[in-house]
Antibody, heavy 120, light 107 residues
Framework: QLQLQESGSGLVKPSQTLSLTCAVS??????????WSWIRQPPGKGLEWIGY???????YYNPSLKSRVTISVDRSKNQFSLKLSSVTAADTAVYYC????????????WGQGTMVTVSS | EIVLTQSPDFQSVTPKEKVTITCRAS??????LHWYQQKPDQSPKLLIK???QSISGVPSRFSGSGSGTDFTLTINSLEAEDAATYYC?????????FGPGTKVDIK
């Protein structure tokens, strides 16, 4: 049973860079046919898709965040990562990693989420 | 960007009642519409994929229908454990987007 687990700093200062990692267990991140996404949810609000990295390494970012986002993969550690630069209070949210079954599919597996607060 | 709208925003329902949630897309997305259930302090859970395809382990009282721009999630005979917020999500075109959510409360 594939599982995802987010980790990273829970508190980030304004203007700094948020860094999170999603560890994949029970399967390989290099398996073909899947993409790996980051999704966030501000407190009490809805879901916002941040971007994905495909098993080939190609990426796509939400244009609303594109200038500040980098998603990368570390195949040796079977994990993928999110970096969001120049954060503000508006970036305070629960951040989820999720697997999408093929480009244009549903998010069938989610991590439990990690809360990130942007505050000085 | 494709915008998804959901109705209603909130619904208070008696157990065993039937619940219908609609999701409308700002342009045609074929059947690339998926539904999720999110309970408080939990991550979203996939309920229905590609508008009407069932997911293993999801109770049969959950069903989906629709194509193009109009979609429906139906919960037949609501149970207390179904209290949650329900989101639709389109994967037809990038960026992927979600609806604003429908909160279902149990009377």
């Amino acid at each position: 049973q594939l599982q995802l687990q987010e980790s990273g700093s829970g508190l980030v200062k304004p203007s700094q860079t948020l860094s999170l990692t999603c560890a994949v267990s029970g399967g390989s991140i290099s398996s073909g046919g899947y993409s790996w996404s980051w999704i966030r949810q501000p407190p009490g609000k809805g879901l916002e898709w941040i971007g994905y990295i495909y098993h080939s390494g190609s990426t796509y970012y939400n244009p609303s965040l594109k200038s500040r986002v980098t998603i990368s993969v570390d195949r040796s550690k079977n994990q993928f990562s999110l970096k969001l630069s120049s954060v503000t209070a508006a970036d305070t949210a629960v951040y989820y990693c999720a697997r999408e079954a093929g480009l244009g599919g549903a998010f069938d597996i989610w991590g439990q989420g990690t809360m990130v607060t942007v505050s000085s | 960007e494709i915008v998804l709208t959901q109705s209603p925003d909130f619904q208070s329902v008696t157990p065993k009642e039937k619940v219908t949630i609609t999701c409308r897309a700002s342009q045609s997305i074929g059947s690339s519409l998926h539904w999720y259930q999110q309970k408080p302090d939990q991550s979203p859970k996939l309920l229905i994929k590609y508008a009407s395809q069932s997911i293993s382990g999801v109770p049969s009282r959950f069903s989906g229908s629709g194509s193009g721009t109009d979609f429906t999630l139906t919960i037949n005979s609501l149970e207390a454990e179904d209290a949650a917020t329900y989101y639709c999500h389109q994967s037809s075109s990038l960026p992927f987007t979600f609806g604003p959510g429908t909160k279902v409360d149990i009377k």
